[in-house]
């Protein structure tokens, strides 16, 4: 089993910034590629940012500039740093790891942009 807990969410203002932590833990014993994805509210969820085990980046049109992804291999972290925060990058972050044909998913972090 592989969990997937999400922190750093939180309101802030517009053109703010905030930084997302995504632990995981479990039976990992290999590559993994781990990845962002936003969800507002009756839109489908969708990729903000990726990271593959070799550290190659893809990042949506909206978040490519504005937001960093990044991660600590030895410990399974992934971090999203996220600049010039705006209203529509508000949503529900969800974290997620493809391991050894398997796809994991976080609970979710709420990102409020609002002044």
């Known amino acids: 089993q592989v969990q997937l807990v999400e922190s750093g969410g939180g309101l802030v203002q517009p053109g703010g910034s905030l930084r997302l932590s995504c632990a995981a833990s479990?039976?990992?014993?290999?590559?993994?590629?781990m990845g962002w994805y936003r969800q507002a509210p009756g839109k489908e969820r969708e990729l903000v940012a990726a990271?593959?085990?070799?550290?190659?980046?893809n990042y949506s049109d909206s978040a490519r500039g504005r937001f960093a992804i990044s991660r600590d291999g030895d410990k399974n972290m992934v971090y999203l740093q996220m600049s010039s925060l705006q209203p529509d990058d508000a949503g529900v972050y969800y974290c997620?790891?493809?391991?050894?044909?398997?796809?994991?998913w976080g609970q979710g972090t709420q990102v409020t942009v609002s002044s």
């Open positions: 479990g039976n990992i014993y290999g590559p993994v590629a």
């Open positions: 990271i593959t085990s070799r550290n190659i980046t």
């Open positions: 997620r790891l493809a391991y050894g044909g398997g796809d994991y």
